[in-house]
DNA sequence: TCAAGTTATATTGTCGACAATTTTTATTTA
DNA sequence: TAAATAAAAATTGTCGACAATATAACTTGA
């Protein structure tokens, strides 16, 4: 069972990395999951050194957790954990959005304006769908952490937060948001940010991304009942 | 040369990410020096596989760039790595000091208003002397982002960026910051979480830390004059 | 003398095998 | 039968050796 397409890195470590990321994130090993490193070297048709790197680095990222003589599993979602991760989206996205008001240049604005502008037309053609999710919502949010300039920042939330907060979606399918709200609230962080008003520009983002995260909240009481 | 101690871990990865962490740290290799492998390996006794997984580690806490068949480099510290890394401080600090103010137990603000006398009594009897590197400045803010409760926030202040700010103090001896203004600061912070004024703890935090920014942005600008 | 190309050296990446530890299975005993 | 103990199997941790790549040294030609 190959997994994709193999994109050759310069390194089989990082190759393995990209791919167990993807297969962690898209849920094709399930949630915690023992990560067998004998099994998965003869899967990947590796030796089990690079492998050994790769869950390394999935553990830096928080995708596994490792303990000493025993092995990798893969993260369980749960409540609390989505919780506290939101919150340091919060702070963190909240930064970003000051930081983009004060460096975000003229012609990247107007192209965000445009985006929004897609994506109004894409609900209004598509009866309020959700936009698919890859490039749709998070679009938006990862073209302001870039505007940032915050390199680090980029990292931390584009590599490593991003990486398990998809996984949430993933794993409880619809997040039952109205998406009309959320673009109106995205047109309104936009504004603050062409008016280069830094402080409203956080405010704005940070009670975005608390309502999503108590919208995504309500969607995994309904969707993990305990078994 | 053997390094200090060698705090037995259950595994050797483990050890010698922590010797390579506070070696690092505390400037015993210095900044942009390339890590050899077979080099260490020889000086700690152990093979390059623990040694590798180590410096992989090193990576995830960003202490260490790595570049594939070329190897790894301590990282360069420079002023604009230094204000990102503070600006990402300023916005989770600024959230653990608000989730502080809901969370902190009555007996911890307690020990806190006593370990803030008794950094007032040592400035006393000191001479406004600063206190010792490790446990004096630092605790108060250690505390606060513990009391915060979010394990993940927890994890990535004290683990991860902790590392790099410490390094940073390392390299610039003294942040010339006047000790007694920074108690009052303390205090303040301490004042709006015992009375559970979320806003104001998570505002006075952030200002407190973007003066410590400030400050160590003029101490390296002397520090550092280029060759 | 300098530039480009070539060889030689050193360093990193990968592999397979062995040692140490944990987990499972089997056995014994109350 | 159940708990405790011991043996066996499986898994992780570590090592040394080889392959692939990059760096250094050297040669050659203009």
Redesign the interface.
């Known amino acids: 069972m190959s997994n994709l397409v193999s994109v050759k ?3 089989l470590s ?1 190759d393995i990395a990209q791919q167990l990321s993807r297969a962690i994130v898209q849920g094709h090993i399930p949630q915690g999951s023992k990560i067998s490193e004998a099994e998965l070297a003869k899967q990947y048709g590796v030796s089990r ?1 690079p492998l ?2 790769a869950i ?2 999935l ?4 995708l596994v957790t490792r303990t ?2 025993v092995g990798a599993r893969v993260i369980e979602l749960n409540i609390d ?1 989505m919780l ?2 939101f ?2 989206r ?3 996205e ?2 970003a959005a000051r ?1 983009a008001s004060e460096k975000m240049p003229e012609e990247e604005v107007t192209r965000l304006y445009h985006l929004l502008d897609e994506h109004q037309a894409y609900l209004d053609a598509n009866h309020d769908e959700h936009y698919v999710q890859q490039g749709g919502n998070d679009d938006f949010h990862l073209r302001i952490i870039h505007a940032s300039g ?4 980029i990292r ?1 939330l584009t590599e490593e937060l991003y990486a398990v907060i998809r996984m949430y979606r993933h794993h409880t399918a619809d997040q039952r948001r109205d998406p009309r709200q959320a673009l109106r609230e995205h047109r309104a962080i936009l504004d603050a940010i062409a008016n280069h008003e830094g402080d409203l520009a956080e405010l704005l983002m940070r009670r975005h991304i608390s309502r999503a995260s108590q919208l995504l909240k309500q969607a995994m009481e309904q969707c993990l009942v305990k078994p």
């Open positions: 890195f310069s390194t990082e050194g050994r790197e390394v680095k553990e830096g990222l928080g000493a003589n954990d506290e991760t919150a340091m919060e702070a963190l909240g930064m930081l915050n390199t680090k920042l931390l």
